[in-house]
């Protein structure tokens, strides 16, 4: 496998030039009229998306790029022709094929867990259950039928596309001399399935395995405890399941400031309550992170004056799941932060902690933007303010209300800036 993205790192290369790109778009319009014409992706060292960006096009246009690849042999450049030679014999090869096969399969499951943890806005229980369904998902696999299944998509396929090899190469026999009195020491594998399954098939998917378990695992204690907090388990404590005896101990040592008997007493106490709050939410306004929660004005005497002002003719809208966002809201516009303290708190963690690094190395690419050789000598404070402004550009600002705190910092300001 290693050497199969070596291949395609150097046909993807290959395939790159301009002149090349336009014998391949030739070929596509030939081959597919009626399909959208692709150039091949470029790999990425650090998102593996675009390795599957590039293999999807690969299988797709596999025609088109044979026929681009034989074209290019009759170049009268030596080294053109030299190297379309090589990548055609590889690529038409039924060990490409069948390794072009599983990582497909593999990056079915894999690309929209990755595309997922991208994303700017992402929620941790969402993100740890999707992973643990990829990882179902790649164990399924794990299994002879489906190495079975695999090989006969891949002969499938080599027999629709003409291609000359349509089965894995035979296993050539090394037998050492034995001694006498010797016992053998090992066994050979000599049917070609057996050994693809045993030392490539199997060994792929419990890497990819190991190395999801190993990169999430350390999450699994928090999320235990962060996990009761979603709406499924808000809504069930409500209806009188019975919450575990060890509840909140791991995120009390891991938050501070938080009170282990007060966080389980306004738990169930908001869970109790939560399920006549959420049948007269506003989810329209919920969703949108640029309006604030509403509740409709059925029992005034709850609300504070603050929040019963946003709560004026709105219609019910029958139950929905609310992610947690939208509770912490919940929490944040009705008045309730008071009422729940370490609730809110907790809640805050919640949605405040990232599965992934992808939220700090946008900080980085945003560094190299704003502090560029021109400002060179910005001082950090100055550089943590601006690296704020562009990274949460997103958050609405009072303009008014910013001038006027700008200009109460001194009385020169005050004067310049605010109108008497």
């Known amino acids: 496998m290693r050497n199969f993205f070596g291949e395609l790192q150097s046909l993807i290369s290959y395939m790159r030039a301009r002149k090349r790109t336009a014998i391949f778009k030739e070929q596509q319009i030939k081959i597919y009229p009626d ?5 091949i992706k470029n790999f990425s060292t650090t998102r593996w998306t675009s390795h599957d960006r590039a293999i999807s096009i690969i299988h797709d246009k596999y025609e088109a790029l044979l026929m681009t690849l034989e074209e290019l042999t009759n170049s009268p450049d030596r080294d053109c022709s030299s190297t379309a030679k090589n990548l055609h014999t590889i690529i038409s090869s039924f060990t490409f094929v069948l390794n ?36 179902k ?36 026999v090394r037998r050492r001399k034995i001694m006498p009195g010797e016992a053998p020491t090992e066994y050979l594998i000599v049917n070609p399935l057996d050994k693809f399954r045993t030392e490539v098939y199997f060994v792929i998917l419990d890497q990819i395995t190991n190395s999801i378990f190993m990169r999430f695992d350390g999450a699994r204690n928090i999320l235990k405890d962060f996990s009761i907090l979603s709406y499924g388990r808000l809504m069930a404590t409500s209806n009188g399941e019975p919450i575990p005896n060890d509840l909140f101990e791991t995120l009390v040592q891991w938050i501070p400031n938080l009170q282990l008997e007060e966080l389980k007493n306004e738990y169930l106490i908001f869970a109790s309550s939560f399920k006549n709050l959420q049948s007269n939410l506003n989810l329209t306004s919920l969703s949108n992170p640029d309006n604030e929660i509403s509740i409709t004005e059925e029992n005034t005497d709850t609300c504070d004056s603050d929040s019963s002002s946003n709560s004026n003719t709105l219609t019910k809208i029958a139950e929905k799941n609310l992610t947690s966002i939208q509770i912490l809201k919940l929490i944040s516009s009705y008045g309730l932060c008071a009422a729940f303290p370490n609730l809110f708190v907790a809640y ?20 190299q933007l704003i502090k560029t050789r021109l400002r060179s000598t910005m001082q950090q404070n100055r550089l943590e303010s601006l690296l704020l402004l562009s990274c949460e550009r997103d958050i609405y ?5 910013a001038i006027n705190k700008y200009a109460f910092t001194s009385n020169v300001l005050n004067k310049l800036l605010l109108f008497k």
Do not use: W
């Open 100 to 135: 072009l096969k599983l990582m497909k399969k593999i990056f079915f499951y894999t690309t929209p867990l990755s595309v997922y943890l991208q994303s700017p806005a992402i929620d941790f229980i969402q993100a740890l259950t999707m992973v643990d369904n990829v990882s």
């Open 35 to 39: 399909q959208r014409v692709c150039r």
């Open 397 to 401: 600002i009072d303009l008014e209300e």
């Open 137 to 172: 998902q790649i164990k399924k696999l794990r299994t002879n039928h489906e190495a079975e299944n695999l090989l006969n998509e891949a002969k499938t396929f080599a027999s629709d596309k003409g291609l000359t090899e349509s089965c894995l190469p035979d296993v050539r």
């Open 348 to 367: 805050k963690y919640l949605c405040t902690i990232p599965a992934t690094s992808v939220s700090s190395e946008r900080s980085f690419s945003e560094l």
